[in-house]
């Protein structure tokens, strides 16, 4: 019987090792940096290799690819880092989640040089969002912004000007005057989270009032003018139709597919579209008429007459606290956002680069005649709540706020409010 | 039913083909001991690996429950006792997601079961020559892969890429203008239909099983005394086959009541769709709030094991008797 079983626990124990043993190769020479990137058009990747040239053998970054939503990027690092996996080194960061992770002590911290050199000439908004506590804790490396698009035959149909900045009510005016849509988000998502947002903030008022504050201490803002006015706008969005029945469900891409259809008025959205509908119309599946009416714009006011704070949004990159090379990973960085390399990233895969400089660039200028518009925009974006209860923040609010036809400016502010306090107390399940 | 064989010089009882002399009896039984030892030195190692991947994270689990843990702030995790299931049992959305997934299970496991008996009977009488491609054929569903298979579902009846409102639009209440994806009733019917067209194959599969254990001529023997078909399928084949139905209901009940991918893709538990597992997934994994997730995935636990014990215990679902052994 001994006999027999011998080959079994060899098998059983090579079965469970033999995984393991797998984690563990390692080579010498040329250090190796893993930088955990989003899905783009492939910029990231070619920046990593640029910069592994310029490095001289100093370092060699490899890219692993993280999921597609900002969400499931952040329960991927979250739970790597949390792990303490030394195998992060570099990580492409969104905003709303570098709060919770410098909080943590998931992030290297910036060495005094670093911060200096790549803060330089850096848009506003973008330092905001890779700052915790004042302190810089990520690196700046594009920044993006929500702009209005049009149609231009419907605004002007409409008798709307859009050569001055222009209104939530005022839009919502033309599109129903034209009968068309507005193409929104309002899926239960990030992106709903992302109006919500800018409508407060462009109210005047803040979805989180004390950002810094422990779980227990956090207030809201919702229960103001402001909370109010947002939610006035997106529940007459939502039950006037004027958002078409796929309201529900619509994310950002879904919205440029009605914003590129027959019922097309007014879109906000990520500067994304500019390059989806070149795109569409080389591959001819639309029409070139589509895109010469395309025009652009600052983001709608949520008060008419006072200024707009468009979403905030983009990628910082951060250097996992475990890793072997923190100090190489710092020197990567510092190549991978040089203006040069955010210029040609913005060319090539359509996202606006944080430096200032980097729009003066004439490709970028001929590529993105909005470009202007969208470093202007940047420096009037508001980011969403920087907490590092920012998920349940976040969360709580697409539960409360959804669907759009639901929202009612009398009850959708305190309702929210009481659930979301409730939720980061510990007292209800979100 | 016996019968004796006379003319030996030992006249040899035959039951049934079972019966034995004594002599035999004791013989087997040691060779049975030995068939139970090897038994276990085969299983054993397999034995060891359930327990370290399935006993110890449940007990971690169980254990974990007990603390307010969040994976961001690992410092300030405090013992809570029992108040973490507190919160969650009386918490209206752990209770409407309960519903929901009970609701899910109900209807998908009841549709699975007719649609599979017939896709069944459908194998069982194929002639030969089809017999091959038609249950390659009925299992293609299940060989996709789940999250695939949502997706698929998800587009044709999205509204803005979706095919299903355009050919669908002489059916009443169906046109271009349908968001599947806005209402309760309607994700949950996308839902539960991507769950029933998936897991159909497998249902059937079982039963076919279960078919082929009732003897022929019985069958037959009841064709001879004139039951009708309805009579044959509702006195011979079922009665004969229940144990293979009810294993073939359990397994499928504890599989639906876990159903996530198909929600998550979908709707992602908007319109209150939300199901248990989401929102264990999204507890633990979501907010990385590993105390109170652990404590939901608890309880999800003793659902499961809740039905395993009713099936067990109430309906005598016997799992041996499935598998042709008795």
Not at chain 1, 118 to 140: H, M
Not at chain 1, 192 to 203: K, M
Not at chain 2, 218 to 235: C, M
Request: with cysteine; net charge negative.
């Amino acid at each position: 019987m001994r006999r027999r079983t011998r080959p079994l626990a060899v098998l059983a124990v090579l079965g469970v090792a033999a995984p393991l043993a797998a984690c563990a190769t390692g080579e010498g020479g040329t250090p190796e940096l893993t930088w955990y990137i989003n899905p783009d058009a492939g910029g990231q990747a070619t920046i990593a290799a640029a910069c592994s040239d310029e490095s001289g053998g100093a370092y060699r970054i490899v890219t692993e690819l993280l999921p597609r939503d900002a969400a499931s990027q952040r329960e991927q690092l979250a739970r790597r880092l949390a792990a303490k996996d030394s195998s992060i080194d570099l990580m492409s960061l969104d905003p709303v989640f570098i709060a919770e992770f410098a909080e943590a002590e998931f992030l290297a911290p910036v060495p005094d040089d670093v911060a200096e050199a790549t803060t330089e000439d850096v848009v506003q908004g973008a330092i905001d969002g890779s700052t915790w506590k004042d302190e810089l804790v990520a690196v700046p490396f594009w920044a993006n912004t929500q702009l209005l698009w049009y149609r231009t035959s419907v605004a002007e149909a409409a008798g709307l000007d859009m050569s001055q900045p222009v209104s939530w009510e005022q839009i919502m005016e033309a599109a129903s005057s034209q009968d068309k849509l507005l193409a929104v988000q309002g899926a239960k998502a990030e992106s709903l989270t992302v109006w919500i947002n800018a409508l407060v903030e462009g109210g005047g008022g803040h979805v989180v009032e004390n950002p810094e504050a422990p779980a227990e201490d956090i207030e809201l803002g919702l229960e103001s003018d402001a909370g109010r006015e947002a939610a006035q706008i997106m529940g007459e969005i939502g039950t006037s139709g004027l958002g078409g029945p796929g309201l529900p469900s619509e994310n950002e891409s879904a919205s440029l597919e009605l914003f590129q259809g027959d019922d097309a008025s007014f879109m906000v959205n990520w500067p994304f579209v500019w390059s989806s509908t070149q795109d569409a119309v080389e591959s001819g599946a639309l029409d070139q008429a589509v895109l010469d009416d395309i025009g652009w714009a600052l983001y709608p006011q949520t008060v008419e007459g006072e200024d707009a704070r468009p979403p905030y949004g983009g990628i910082s990159l951060g250097v996992g606290a475990f890793g072997e090379h923190t100090e190489l990973a710092y020197e990567a960085a510092e190549c991978i956002v040089s203006p040069e390399n955010q210029a040609a990233y913005f060319v090539t895969d359509g996202n606006p680069p944080a430096s200032t400089e980097a729009y003066e660039d004439p490709e970028v200028q001929e590529t993105f005649p909005m470009a202007d518009l969208i470093r202007d925009s940047l420096e009037q974006a508001a980011p969403r709540p920087k907490t590092p209860f920012y998920n349940e923040v976040s969360t709580g609010l697409q539960q409360t706020w959804y669907p759009p036809s639901d929202v009612d400016p009398q009850t959708t502010p305190e309702r929210s409010t009481d659930y979301i306090t409730a939720v980061l107390r510990g007292e209800r399940l979100l | 039913m016996s019968t004796t064989i006379p003319g030996s010089a030992k006249d040899v009882e035959i039951d049934d083909g079972t019966g034995e002399d004594r002599a035999a009896k004791a013989a087997r039984s040691d060779r049975a001991r030995a068939e139970a030892r090897l038994g276990w030195m085969l299983a054993g190692p397999a034995f060891v690996v359930m327990l370290a991947v399935t006993l110890y994270p449940i007990l971690q689990a169980v254990y974990d429950s007990l603390f307010n843990y969040k994976l961001t702030a690992p410092d300030e995790r405090a013992f809570v006792g029992l108040s973490n299931y507190a919160v969650i049992l009386t918490d209206a959305v752990w209770w409407r997601d309960l519903g929901v997934t009970m609701l899910i299970t109900v209807i998908t496991v009841a549709v699975e079961l007719v649609l599979g008996f017939a896709l069944a009977l459908v194998m069982h009488r194929a002639i030969r020559r089809l017999r091959g491609l038609l249950r390659t054929a009925i299992l293609v569903p299940y060989g996709i892969i789940t999250v695939v298979s949502a997706f698929a579902w998800f587009y044709a009846f999205d509204i803005t890429s979706g095919y299903v409102n355009n050919w669908f639009d002489w059916v009443p209440g169906i046109s271009s203008d349908l968001n599947w994806f806005a209402q309760f009733g309607t994700s949950l019917f996308v839902i539960i239909a991507s769950e029933v067209w998936k897991t159909t194959p497998f249902i059937s599969l079982l039963l076919l099983a279960g078919l082929a254990q009732v003897p022929g001529d019985l069958e037959e023997a009841a064709k001879v005394d004139g039951a009708t078909a309805w009579q044959r399928f509702t006195r011979v084949i079922v009665p004969n086959m229940k144990a293979a139905i009810m294993v073939a209901v359990l397994f499928r009940a504890l599989d639906a009541f876990r159903i996530f991918d198909n929600v998550f893709i979908m709707t992602n538990g908007a319109n209150n769709t939300e199901v248990l597992s989401l929102l264990a997934y999204r507890t633990s994994i979501g907010q990385l709030q590993i105390g109170m997730g652990s404590a939901i995935s608890v309880l999800l636990f003793l659902c499961v094991v809740a039905i395993c014990f009713v099936a067990i215990k109430l309906f005598k679902v016997d799992l041996a008797g499935a598998r042709g052994e008795k």
